[in-house]
């Protein structure tokens, strides 16, 4: 029993090693996938806004001309979207909007009514993380703006989020590498010696046949 022991030792450091490498695998192949993810889509961020003129809850007794949003972070104009939406959920915006700071935008507004008026944004930030958010002002009327509640709230970012997360022709480009360079890493992964061994696509020596021949003879 203890020469059966013995025989089958190597093919149980064998499977072991195996193992540990199927893993090691597994774990570099998530953390490239992790990697790849990050880069190519955005992290959800905290809201940043630190300034906003209108400000959230503003009574107006004049409609502005524009809107301003400033933040923590320095802002990506090409990946960030502002917009004014009506009582009846149309957008208002007069023209692009402008960055009059790195830090900050501006969409102007014609407003000609008076009533409640939502302001939505999705911004993104140098690092790749982003925020969106919504609040209202209201012009005109005396009172308060409506509070905005979940389906508004969730259709007005909604809209900017879309606009804001169109893929144009740099960022189609640089997924495309990143895929291969992922494709790359893990055929270096797959290829790299196993047991102390180089791989090689031949098909391993199965030991004599059973008349004692060579096995890599015809």
């Not at 499977?15 to 993810?37: D, I, P």
């Not at 997360?165 to 590498?177: F, K, P, R």
């Not at 790359?184 to 020596?205: E, I, K, N, T, Y």
Request: hydrophobic share 40%; with cysteine; charged share 20%.
């Amino acid at each position: 029993m203890a020469s059966e022991a013995a025989d089958r030792l190597p093919a149980v450091v064998h499977a072991a090693a195996t193992g540990r490498w199927r893993v090691r695998f597994a774990v570099a192949a998530a953390a490239v996938v992790g990697l790849l993810a990050g880069a190519a889509g955005s992290a959800w961020a905290d809201d940043n806004r630190v300034y906003a003129d209108p400000p959230a809850g503003a009574v107006l007794s004049k409609a502005p001309t524009g809107v301003t949003l400033a933040f923590a972070h320095d802002v990506q104009p090409e990946l960030s979207h502002v917009a004014v939406f009506d009582r009846d959920g149309s957008e208002i915006g007069d023209g692009t909007y402008s960055q009059p700071a790195s830090d900050r935008v501006h969409l102007p507004v014609t407003i000609d009514q008076d009533g409640d008026y939502t302001v939505a944004y999705h911004v993104t930030f140098p690092d790749g993380t982003s925020t969106t958010d919504a609040y209202r002002f209201s012009v005109g009327t005396g009172v308060p703006p409506v509070a905005l509640d979940a389906a508004t709230r969730q259709a007005s970012t909604d809209a900017v989020a879309r606009h804001a997360h169109q893929i144009d022709g740099l960022s189609a480009t640089l997924l495309v590498l990143d895929g291969l360079v992922l494709c790359a890493v893990l055929g270096l992964l797959w290829l790299r010696p196993r047991d102390g061994r180089p791989m090689s696509f031949r098909p391993r020596d199965s030991g004599p046949t059973p008349d004692g021949g060579d096995p890599d003879r015809p």
